[in-house]
């Protein structure tokens, strides 16, 4: 079994920042199989970063030069740096594992003047 936490959303005004924290526990193998997805009302989970081949990170267009993937492996957190948020952002964001796949419990973004 894996679990998974996340931590750090919020409200924030466009433009500003966001850092998400995801805490992996359990039978995590590596965090190289680790992503961020997200779920906006009325609309379907999307993928917004992940961790493709070791050493490589892969991002959904609407996000690329804006949201950074990183990991602590000491740790066994993945981040999810989000900088000059838009409306269009707001969403639920979900850490997951996909060797199972498992998910976290969600962490509400909201990006609004």
């Known amino acids: 079994q894996v679990q998974l936490v996340e931590s750090g959303g919020g409200l924030v005004q466009p433009g500003g920042s966001l850092r998400l924290s995801c805490a992996a526990s359990?039978?995590?193998?590596?965090?190289?199989?680790m992503g961020w997805y997200r779920q906006a009302p009325g609309k379907e989970r999307e993928l917004v970063a992940f961790f493709a081949a070791v050493g490589t990170t892969n991002y959904a267009d609407s996000v690329k030069d804006r949201f950074t993937i990183s990991r602590d492996n000491a740790k066994n957190t993945v981040y999810l740096q989000m900088n000059s948020l838009k409306p269009e952002d707001t969403a639920v964001y979900y850490c997951?594992?996909?060797?199972?796949?498992?998910w976290g419990q969600g962490t509400q973004v909201t990006v609004s003047s």
């Open positions: 997951n594992y996909r060797l199972g796949p498992y």
């Open positions: 359990g039978s995590v193998f590596s965090l190289n199989y």
